[in-house]
């Protein structure tokens, strides 16, 4: 605690060890680093007080939202102040009018969609974690409903931030369209909290679906599952997933490469299901209603948290690349090619309907962590070759720094650079992230 003191006269800080432990890792495989403090703000004011103090005194803070991060996005590994933002979770307004909420940002996305419950109204980006608002912001995630509603970006209409010497700037509105200067929002969004912290968001909603059917569909091989998913897209799909057969196998399930999908629009899913068996499926199963789309969808829910579940002691590295759709095939058997020929355990699994897929390799000793390292950079080469990206939705956080020049190029990352001078120069912001030293 000692230099921190002061602070506790006006916001509320904790150096305990358990609270300490609890804020210095995600679910990477990074190595956990613990902060010095962690600062738990309840308002824009706190938050812009403790970053006057901590800029002129050169202090790092990291902000943090629930921590279910996948590139070690959250991690203090500067120390310094952990700004913890879940005693900022006021909905601040729900406006179906607008169709739009006002939101402090450790609100959580579930709770929204929660106190949203029969309005016929939903905020549409949906992650496997019990994430923040704020930290999906900050991370631009994107999950399983991307393929028809998009990544976070494209459901933030306007942003209240505090930069790094303090100042409160907002940024954009409440109006739908928005066509008025540069576009300082989406300059915060995918930031990593890295420019400056987010103390307020102002999000789209977006009708809920007035139908839903699951789709189940095992394939003889990955290229007939992936060859199929190419061919659902033009159907009103709200998800196109993948997991690989050893990823099933692993899940205790029929060991086959298997597509879990959903369709929006009556007659969709039977559309589906003839295009599945033309493609080479070997079996379909769809559902309606609630309780059955639950449990044909039970494997894919599952399946990240089992995959640290069933490697206890290991560490993870998940790669997140993603590719143009009509590439996703190529992609796919690179990776497995190159998982053989590294002779590699690693589990696949996609969102197949926008070319994301993560491969998840277990790790326990350093022998092991340059292995997978080594596919990882491999995978990121073939991606970007292809015309993708080393990083589709979990960030470039600590993992994938030393790509950030291969995928933007010198003077890209050099601009980037020099936003980051500007925002903030002393670089007390989530130091060591995003950006490469
Ligand atoms: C089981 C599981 C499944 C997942 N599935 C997906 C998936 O399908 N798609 C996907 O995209 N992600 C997925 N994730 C990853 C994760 O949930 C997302 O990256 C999410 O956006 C992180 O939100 P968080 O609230 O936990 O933020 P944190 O992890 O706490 O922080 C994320 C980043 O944002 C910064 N930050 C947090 N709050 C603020 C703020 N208010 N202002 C500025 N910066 C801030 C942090 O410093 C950090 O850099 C999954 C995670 C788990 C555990």
Known sequence: MKGYEHLAQWVSISDSPADRENHSSDISGHSPHKPDIIAYPESTAQIARLLTWANTEKIPVTPWGAG???EGNPIPVRGGICLSLERMHRILKLSIEDRLAVVQPGVKYRELNRQLAGTGWFFAVAV?????????????AAGPKAVKYGA???????????LADGRVIRTGGRSAKQSCGYNLTQLFVGSEGTLGVITEAIVRLTPEPTFEEALVAQFPSVAHALHCASTLSGLDAGAIEFLDRAYMGFLGEEPADTLFCEFHSIGDGAEAERRCWAAGAIAVRRATEAVERARLWAARLRAYTASAEANPGARLLTTDTAVPVGKLQEMVSFLQRELSRRNLTGYLLGHAGDGNVHVILPWLNEAQRQAVNGFSLAAVEKSLSLGGTASGEHGVGIGKRHYLK???????????????????????????????D
């Open 68 to 70: 279910t991060s996948a």
């Open 128 to 140: 496997g974690g019990d994430a923040t608002i704020g930290g999906m912001i900050a991370n631009n």
């Open 152 to 162: 976070t970006k494209a459901h933030v209409l306007g942003l209240e931030v505090v």
């Open 406 to 436: 291969g995928e933007h190029g010198a003077n890209a990352v050099g601009l980037m650079k020099e936003i980051k001078s500007l925002l903030d120069p002393a670089r007390i912001l989530n130091p060591g992230k995003l950006l490469p």
